[in-house]
């Protein structure tokens, strides 16, 4: 976890360098709190990342002599073909847009994302792809 909390760590003081960048060119109060507070949101991630390593076992990705094979090697299934994560990708945006336009849009964006997600629920129970 030190990799990570040293990468946070690292954006923090870049957010934090630009803040100041911006604050002395632009003057512009609402931008200036956005990235002091992107630094500090940065910041408090490092912190927690960083106080965390001290206290758990060190995984083989924090070690230089770990070998490839301690890694954990399941990490999930990731259907590589399916097209649903599209559809409910598009389901989001109408329903966002539903948000900002208007009401049937919301309509449509729930009624294909549960469409959606119904479909890539049942990918593999239909089709060439059924065990």
Known sequence: MKIEGRLFAAG???FASIAAI????????????????SALLAALVAFYTLYTSK????????????????ADPEYGFFSPHSWWPLVIGVAVM???LGLVF??????????ALVFGLIGWMFEYYRGEFAR
């Open 94 to 96: 109408f329903t966002a």
């Open 12 to 14: 923090s003081a870049g």
């Open 55 to 70: 206290r758990v076992w060190p995984r083989p990705e924090d070690r230089l002599d770990a070998n490839i094979d301690e």
């Open 102 to 111: 208007a009401v049937w849009l919301i309509a449509l964006g729930v009624f």
């Open 22 to 37: 911006y604050w002395y060119t632009a003057h512009d109060p609402i931008g200036t709190t956005g990235l002091t507070m």
